[in-house]
């Protein structure tokens, strides 16, 4: 070997460790600066700290942005909201089983969300068991055998968020942090200012199947099973929806009504004992009170779906 191989070589390696160096920083600033300042994990850490003192929940709330963004636990003594964006009940299996697991932690009653979308094909997303906020709380084993993903690409996508997520660097970087309460988010929109996109909605209603998802309905019955398990009480939540988003549904044949009669036969089979609180159509009259979907409330529908969560759960003889 020359010696001018053995420079060219060394050269190199020195080129590729500063690489890997510097990538490696660009990691762990994005985890820093980007990652832990997501509704995630800004939820993950309130909390955390909140867990220390307390380790009795009345209500726990999980469900998708629907719920999140309708019970504050501002109007609702002694509950945390658990509901992200696009949450499955897959991601929602393991998670509670977390909750449970790791905080010494005693939930009354739990509130499941069961609007169609929350078991709709679409969100029947097994990969992001594979990132690096929900790996922290699956079996890797799990995560190889509903993913498809190989190990090593679950390392990587687990340990190094930037590589796969960075774009979400930019919308971070140029969108005010929403201002968040126990997992509730403040949303501030006016449907009847914005009324929602009707051709989005319109194709949503011609073309997306209203049925649960087979995985997502198999998870569904797993997390149902493992809150009997630890004798918690169940409350079945359906969320305001505009007027709109219904009447599209009726319109083009998406069967809502049969998806709840299957939801209702899976809880039947298991035999599930629960109480429902139903606020679909509390505000078909009042879109000032939406956000700027057809699915979503506002800050000031969330006061008054909070205050009426309640008002309702105070006449309901909860079931146990």
Same mark, same amino acid.
Not at 192 to 205: F, G, I, T
Not at 228 to 243: Q, V
Not at 246 to 255: F, V
């Given at each position: #070997?020359?010696?001018?191989?053995?420079?060219? %070589?060394?050269r190199?390696?020195?080129?590729?460790?500063?690489?890997?160096?510097?990538?490696?920083?660009?990691?762990?600033? !994005?985890? *820093?600066? @980007?990652?832990?300042?997501?509704?995630y994990?800004?939820?993950?850490?309130?909390?955390?700290?909140?867990?220390?003192?307390?380790?009795h929940?009345?209500?726990?709330?999980?469900?998708?942005?629907?719920?999140?963004?309708? #019970?504050?636990p501002? !109007?609702?003594?002694?509950?945390?909201?658990?509901s992200?964006?696009? *949450?499955?009940? @897959?991601?929602?299996y393991?998670?509670?089983?977390?909750?449970?697991?790791?905080?010494?932690l005693k939930i009354?009653?739990?509130?499941?969300?069961?609007?169609?979308?929350?078991?709709?094909?679409?969100?029947?997303?097994?990969? *992001?068991?594979?990132?690096?906020?929900? +790996?922290?709380?699956?079996p890797?084993?799990?995560?190889?055998?509903?993913?498809?993903? +190989?190990?090593?690409?679950?390392?990587?996508?687990?340990?190094?968020?930037f590589?796969?997520?960075?774009?979400?660097?930019?919308?971070?970087?140029?969108?005010t942090? %929403?201002?968040?309460?126990l997992?509730?988010a403040?949303?501030?929109?006016?449907?009847?200012? &914005?009324?929602?996109?009707?051709d989005?909605?319109?194709?949503?209603?011609?073309?997306?199947?209203? *049925?649960?998802?087979?995985?997502?309905?198999?998870?569904?019955?797993?997390?149902l099973?493992?809150?009997?398990?630890?004798?918690? &009480? @169940?409350?079945?939540l359906?969320?305001?929806?505009?007027?709109?988003?219904?009447?599209?549904?009726?319109?083009?044949?998406?069967?809502?009504?049969?998806? !709840?009669?299957?939801?209702?036969?899976?809880?039947?089979?298991l035999?599930?004992?629960?109480?429902?609180?139903d606020?679909?159509? @509390?505000?078909y009259? $009042?879109?000032?009170?939406?956000?700027i979907d =057809?699915?979503?409330?506002?800050? $000031?529908?969330?006061?008054?779906?909070?205050?009426?969560?309640?008002?309702?759960? =105070?006449?309901?003889q909860?079931?146990?």
């Amino acid at each position: #070997m020359t010696i001018d191989l053995k420079k060219f %070589m060394g050269r190199g390696a020195l080129f590729l460790m500063m690489l890997v160096l510097v990538l490696l920083g660009f990691n762990f600033l !994005y985890i *820093q600066k @980007i990652e832990h300042k997501t509704i995630y994990w800004r939820n993950y850490f309130e909390f955390d700290e909140y867990a220390k003192t307390h380790k009795h929940l009345d209500y726990a709330f999980f469900g998708t942005s629907h719920t999140r963004d309708a #019970m504050n636990p501002k !109007y609702i003594p002694s509950s945390v909201n658990f509901s992200l964006s696009s *949450q499955n009940y @897959i991601v929602i299996y393991y998670r509670l089983k977390y909750l449970l697991e790791n905080y010494n932690l005693k939930i009354e009653t739990i509130v499941f969300e069961i609007d169609p979308i929350s078991l709709l094909p679409r969100m029947a997303d097994t990969k *992001q068991l594979a990132n690096y906020d929900i +790996s922290k709380l699956v079996p890797l084993d799990d995560i190889v055998k509903l993913s498809g993903l +190989s190990r090593i690409d679950i390392w990587l996508r687990s340990n190094f968020p930037f590589f796969g997520r960075g774009f979400a660097t930019y919308g971070a970087l140029r969108t005010t942090p %929403m201002e968040l309460n126990l997992g509730w988010a403040k949303e501030l929109g006016d449907f009847s200012k &914005n009324p929602m996109d009707l051709d989005l909605e319109m194709s949503k209603a011609k073309n997306e199947s209203t *049925q649960p998802d087979s995985l997502s309905l198999e998870y569904f019955e797993k997390t149902l099973a493992l809150a009997k398990e630890r004798g918690i &009480n @169940i409350i079945f939540l359906r969320n305001p929806h505009a007027r709109e988003v219904d009447e599209l549904n009726i319109k083009y044949g998406a069967d809502v009504a049969l998806y !709840y009669k299957k939801i209702f036969a899976e809880i039947d089979k298991l035999n599930i004992k629960h109480n429902i609180v139903d606020n679909n159509d @509390i505000f078909y009259d $009042r879109p000032d009170l939406m956000h700027i979907d =057809g699915g979503h409330v506002n800050y $000031r529908g969330s006061e008054i779906v909070s205050k009426k969560f309640l008002e309702d759960v =105070g006449v309901l003889q909860i079931v146990k």
